[in-house]
């Protein structure tokens, strides 16, 4: 499909209403229960987004990353500071987070798989903790810079 | 040109206006765009560009509460990724990275463009940047061109003008860029 055609434009924006109805979804728990009473994540995500094959491929497209990682993602099978880390903090922003709470789920399901995976750490952000800390707020602040409160 | 952005926000809403509005929106602002940005990419470069543009948008309309603001939106995070390569860059070569420089005409013309690129033909970007320039004073000039020419960040913007903070640069130059936009918007309603 060629980019920037009427085809190709079309398909992004059925794949961004899936996200856009995940926000709306967000919004409306989060009005009723806070973030902190969730255990991560991947327990919010999994509350607001179905888990129909089609809709998560079509979440995990406008996100740019593989549906498989979302799947495991809403089902809290997957660490989530393995995933692409713009793509994580875009889910934090549509769950409709502040940065204070989009840290303390990803934490919560970080040190959960820490705890399983003691010593066997391959893949995505490496290093201490501050460090994926400091990565996490630094790809939050950027996804920040396209909020359009800074245009 | 205006748009219903709330309509356009709202996966579930009226799909007969709203499929409209959104290709009318894809083909008003894609050309425009494409026009603002040549100046600093070109060929493939500037199609990943402007995909990269509408990728994002797409995604987070719903919190744009000011339709007025949408050219300058989509402009921003034009300019969010052009700084994304030019910061790899920097890693990679440990060079300076800076936007392509502009010859004095041309970046007055960006200035026009940053401001009003969705109601400015291309052929009206120099007489918009005359405008823009009779109707502001020496410093908000200076602090238009360090915000739409050498792509400052607010922090930055706020430092170099003695300002209080990002927060008061981006103020300011918000104030300022919605004031000449309507002024801008009248004076092409009148000649027309």
Avoid: C
Avoid at chain 2, 88 to 117: C, N, T
Avoid at chain 2, 166 to 185: N, T, Y
């Amino acid at each position: 499909m060629d980019q920037l055609s009427e085809a190709w434009f079309l398909r992004l924006r059925q794949n961004a209403d899936e996200v856009l109805r995940t926000r709306q979804r967000a919004k409306a728990l989060l009005d009723q229960r806070p973030a902190d009473r969730f255990d991560g994540i991947g327990h919010l995500l999994g509350k607001v987004l179905p888990s129909d094959d089609q809709v998560i491929t079509r979440f995990s497209e406008a996100l740019g990353i593989g549906s498989p990682l979302v799947a495991q993602l809403r089902a809290s099978e997957l660490d989530p500071v393995h995933l692409p880390l713009p793509a994580l903090v875009l889910i934090g922003y549509v769950l409709e987070l502040n940065e204070e709470s989009f840290l303390e789920l990803v934490w919560r399901d970080h040190e959960r798989f820490v705890e399983l995976e003691r010593g066997t750490m391959s893949r995505g952000p490496s290093g201490e903790p501050a460090d994926i800390k400091r990565q996490l707020r630094e790809a939050w602040a950027r996804a920040g810079e396209d909020d359009p409160t800074n245009a | 040109l205006s748009f219903d952005t709330k309509l356009l926000g709202n996966p579930d809403g009226d799909s007969s206006r709203r499929e409209p509005e959104w290709s009318r929106l894809f083909h008003a602002m894609t050309p425009r765009l494409r026009y603002f940005f040549a100046r600093q990419v070109s060929g493939d470069e500037l199609d990943d560009l402007v995909a990269g543009i509408w990728q994002r948008a797409v995604l987070r309309i719903a919190t744009l509460t000011d339709p007025d603001a949408l050219w300058s939106w989509l402009v921003t995070i034009g300019v969010n990724l052009l700084n994304d390569g030019r910061r790899a860059e920097m890693r990679r070569d440990q060079r300076l990275g800076r936007p392509i420089p502009l010859d004095l005409a041309q970046a007055d013309e960006h200035v026009a463009g940053r401001i009003a690129g969705d109601i400015l033909s291309s052929s009206q970007y120099r007489e918009g940047a005359g405008l823009i320039r009779e109707r502001v004073s020496e410093r908000d000039w200076e602090l238009l061109h360090l915000w739409a020419v050498d792509e400052l960040t607010h922090a930055e913007i706020a430092e170099r003008m003695g300002l209080a903070s990002a927060v008061a640069s981006r103020q300011q130059v918000s104030r300022l860029s919605r004031r000449l936009r309507k002024e801008l918007a009248s004076v092409i309603k009148e000649v027309a």
